[in-house]
């Protein structure tokens, strides 16, 4: 037989990422960390009640949870230049891609984002969910593609964000665009499966070198 496990319900997340754990109408405490994102806290939530199912009060399992710092290359930051940062994440399909940068949102205010993707998975390569792809970069004041290797016209796919988006198949290009276009405050998210050519030390040396210039 199936077993159902309760689980506990959050209230919304504070910028840094912390978020009021409540079960059947009482508090259960905050948990207290720097993971963003509503994926993240979905997560979180399945932990606690996987751990309550096998005698891990709600209490204990958020004190273990306030201690883990999360995983590589998830809202990873890489680096800081020029006042710009730039950050790793390995979300490469539209929904990974949309609640990420929800989470980078809800942290940065008001300040710019760049998302910077490589639709690089073999789904993504044929096309399967390009047309979500505009949509889930909602959050995003500029867009950066970079289009080697794909099956499908990005341009035409990536005209509804207007000049919001910047399609290009040469990484030194995108490359280029981008460090023209960031600024101070800016956050420079980058989102791929796989070590896009570099570009994040790229993009963190360029940033320095046109500040020193």
């Known amino acids: ?15 840094d990422g912390s978020f009021e754990v409540g079960w059947q109408g009482a508090s259960q405490g905050r948990l207290q960390w720097q993971l963003l ?3 993240n806290r979905m997560n979180a939530l399945a932990a606690l009640a996987a751990a309550r199912h096998v005698g891990v009060s709600a209490q204990q399992g958020i004190q ?3 201690r ?3 995983v590589r290359r998830r809202m990873q930051v890489r680096g800081r230049a020029a006042g710009v940062t730039v950050y790793d994440d390995f979300a490469h399909h539209p929904t990974a891609i949309r609640t ?10 008001q300040a710019r984002i760049l998302a910077v993707l490589e639709p690089r998975s073999n789904t ?12 889930s970069l909602a959050e995003a004041d500029r867009v950066y593609v970079y289009t080697s290797n794909l099956g499908w016209d990005a341009a035409a796919v990536f005209a509804p964000l207007g000049a919001r988006a910047r399609c290009a198949d040469d990484l030194e290009t995108l490359i280029s665009a981008i460090v023209a276009d960031a600024r101070a405050g800016d956050h420079v998210l980058v989102m791929s499966n796989g ?10 040396g360029r940033l320095q070198n ?4």
């Open 1 to 15: 037989m199936p077993v159902t496990v309760p689980v506990p319900v959050p209230c919304a997340a504070d910028k």
């Open 37 to 39: 994102g509503e994926h």
């Open 64 to 66: 273990a949870l306030s």
């Open 68 to 70: 883990f710092s999360g």
């Open 100 to 109: 990420t940068l929800e989470g980078l949102r809800q942290r940065v205010g």
């Open 124 to 135: 993504m390569k044929r096309g399967v969910m390009k047309d979500a792809l505009p949509g």
């Open 195 to 204: 070590g896009f050519g570099g570009i994040h030390a790229k993009l963190l």
């Open 210 to 213: 046109a500040a020193a210039a």
